[in-house]
C-alpha cells in the first residue's frame, strides 16, 4: 500500500506521484509517462495507481512506483477502481464500428492476472456507455457483486462473470442508484417524482440484497433476491 501521505499531480504533459512527510520527494520507481495524459486515479485500496496516455492505460505499484501492467488502449478519458483493487474499469470515447452500431466503449480488466507469455490482456465486460456522468459499475464493499444502470432498470452482476446478469431491478423512469457501503449490501434508487406506479421486485430464492426506494421524501424498503432457477 502507498504512503498514506502520498499524493498525486497530472498536467496536460505530466504526471508525478510523490511521497509527503517525512520524505518529500517524487517516489523514485516512477517512470514518468509522456504525450497527452487525459486522467488518473488511486485505487481507493491505496495499493494501486492507473493513468492513461494516448497509447494506452498504465498501472504501478503505488508505493515504489513499479510498472505493473499496460494495455494499449487508445481514446480512454476515464478510469476507476473497484473498492480493493481487483478491477480497474476504462471509458473510452464514444464511437462507432463499420455498421454504425455503437462500440463497447465501457470495459473492465482485472489488474493483477497471470499471462502466458506473449498473451494479450481481454477485458472481462464490454458495455456500451454513452455517457461520461455515472459511466462506472458500483461494487459491493467485498468486490462479490455490481451493478450498471440501463434504462429502467439496474443490472447486477457476478463481478468475475460480466457476460451473464445475475440479476435485475426493474424500476420505471429510474435515474441514479448506489450500493450501500459496508456488508449488508442495501441498494438505494432513485427516481424523479411523477405519476407512477411503485416498482415491483420478485422476492425468490437466495443472495438477498435490500432496495430502497427514494423519491425525494421519505424511502421504502424491500428485498432483492436471486430468481429462482
Known amino acids: 500500500m502507498a504512503n498514506p501521505l502520498q499524493f498525486a499531480y497530472r498536467t496536460q504533459k505530466a504526471i508525478g506521484i510523490f511521497d509527503a512527510e517525512p520524505v518529500y520527494e517524487a517516489v523514485p520507481g516512477f517512470v514518468k509517462p509522456e504525450g497527452n495524459l487525459r486522467c488518473c486515479v488511486y485505487s481507493p485500496c491505496g495499493r494501486y495507481f492507473a493513468f492513461a496516455t494516448n497509447d494506452g492505460v498504465g498501472v504501478v505499484d503505488a508505493s515504489v512506483g513499479h510498472a505493473i501492467t499496460f494495455m494499449?488502449?487508445?481514446?480512454?478519458?476515464?478510469?476507476?477502481?473497484?473498492?480493493?483493487?481487483?478491477?480497474?474499469?476504462?471509458?473510452e470515447r464514444p464511437a462507432k464500428d463499420e455498421n454504425g452500431d455503437a462500440t463497447k466503449n465501457l470495459k473492465i480488466w482485472r489488474t493483477i492476472e497471470d499471462l502466458e507469455v506473449e498473451a494479450e490482456k481481454q477485458p472481462l465486460g464490454r458495455f456500451v456507455q454513452k455517457s461520461q456522468s455515472g459511466w462506472n459499475?458500483?461494487?459491493?464493499?467485498?468486490?462479490?457483486?455490481?451493478?450498471?444502470?440501463?434504462?429502467?432498470?439496474?443490472q447486477f452482476y457476478n463481478s468475475d462473470d460480466l457476460t451473464t446478469v445475475w440479476n435485475k431491478l426493474r424500476a420505471e423512469g429510474v435515474a441514479d442508484f448506489a450500493i450501500a457501503p459496508g456488508l449488508n449490501r442495501n441498494v438505494a434508487v432513485f427516481i424523479p417524482e411523477r405519476k407512477v406506479k411503485s416498482p415491483f421486485c420478485s422476492r425468490p430464492a437466495t443472495e438477498p440484497m435490500r432496495l430502497t426506494y427514494l423519491t425525494g421524501s421519505t424511502g421504502s424498503g424491500q428485498d432483492l433476491q436471486r430468481p429462482s432457477i
Request: with cysteine; aromatic share 16%.
Open 72 to 91: 494499449p488502449i487508445q481514446a480512454v478519458f476515464d478510469l476507476s477502481f473497484s473498492p480493493r483493487g481487483t478491477f480497474l474499469s476504462t471509458w
Open 137 to 154: 459499475l458500483q461494487y459491493t464493499d467485498d468486490e462479490r457483486f455490481c451493478a450498471r444502470l440501463v434504462t429502467n432498470e439496474v
